[in-house]
């Protein structure tokens, strides 16, 4: 199928929750898990009261001269240093230099590193590099600077004040044999809304940045993204029980289309930068595949200035399975994001600018819903689903700018309703 931005989304999946945090048993052994990171996080505080815009937030995406630039993939040791891109530690070792996290999402490094690839950029969060796996354990994507000492490449990925920018990038991926990852982990620099991520293949692919609002080639398989500044999927690497034996298949011959949201509301200039590691495991050791969830419920006809609205979209789960995990992605003017099973909820959020992820496993105690309060929460355990059941999104949008809002990839020019996930045993794809 076609990688259009909606068919991406489709296949990217998301884990575990940010504030209030979920309780998980640090407990089991052995590899593989859904690796499919995913929460809200990074967005900016608010004052109280409606949100507006910013000054030079509104109308179209401002696009930086020379924006995106290269994505690199890294397989092998690399420099660090003073102005040089990331790179594996002189021992070779697992240790990326960013922590071991014990919860799976963060807005900092699980580190106390401050700068773990001595990269000296000269903006905020350099702290958030990661060195990439030793060669042969696995690989890192990159979408940032190659070089932090030549100023017309770092300008490729500068904001000015008052940006936002939705940038696509391709990267083909060093592999020359099909090989499956079971540990992901994310870390972006602040300013980063979302990184959306997607394997792709296909004749005519280039490397570098894409010239249009979508992936080119065909679907070939889900890439880790993520929604908040750290993601650690499963934390350090060790999943639940019932969870050994996950993975996810990245192609021979692929490439990984990125698609990463960036903002800057601050006073000065900031730097757009993603680090992406993943760990192979032996096909030998993977025994379940996780796969996608995607629904989305608009808003496509728009909503009017000063109304609010309930979008809302239901689909039927096609097989026996188990849900993995669920995040509600929207933007500022959702008040609420709520997912039911059956008429049971499963998941609910009411804060846009941390729009939670939550884990369904053994080892996840997540927060109880508590929609009298308006606090985030989730259902705990194991999430099984039967064929037949009904999986329902609701999102309660309260438009109160001036202007019509439609679906549209921008925090406050536009809004969306769209809950990704992994599952085992079955996919819950929309069909629209």
Known sequence: MKATLTTLLALLAGTTGCAPAETRAMGGAGVGSAGLPGTGGGLPPASGGAPSAPSGAGGGLAQPTGNGGALRAAGAPGTGGSGGGAGTDAGGSDDDGSGTCKTATSLT??????????IHSGYAGDEYCMRPPPPGKGIQIHFGPSNYTDPAEVAKYVLKPGQEVNSYAVVKVPTAEDRWFSHAKIQMRPGSHHVVDSVVTGDGITEGLVDGTQCPGDMAGTFPGTQTLVEDSPPGGIPAPENVGLGVKLPAASYVCVNHHGYNFTTGDTLREVWINVWF?????????????FLSAGPYMGIPPKTTQVLTYTAEVPADGRILSLLG?????????????????VYDSYDWRESPGFDYDSITTNPAPDPANKKDGAFSGDLVVKKGDK???????????????????????????????AAVGTEIIAAF
């Not at 490094?109 to 001595?118: A, D, E, K």
């Not at 992605?329 to 909820?345: I, S």
């Open 281 to 293: 495991v032996d096909a030998a050791e993977v025994t379940q595949e996780a796969k996608g969830i």
């Open 329 to 345: 992605h929207r933007h500022v003017w959702t008040d609420r994001f709520a997912v039911f099973k059956n008429e049971e909820v």
């Open 109 to 118: 490094p699980c580190g106390t590193n401050p700068n773990p690839c001595n």
């Open 391 to 421: 999986i329902r999104i609701e999102c309660d949008v309260n438009n109160t700018s001036d202007s019509t809002i439609t679906f549209k990839n921008q925090l406050y020019g536009g809004e969306m309703c769209l809950l990704f996930g």
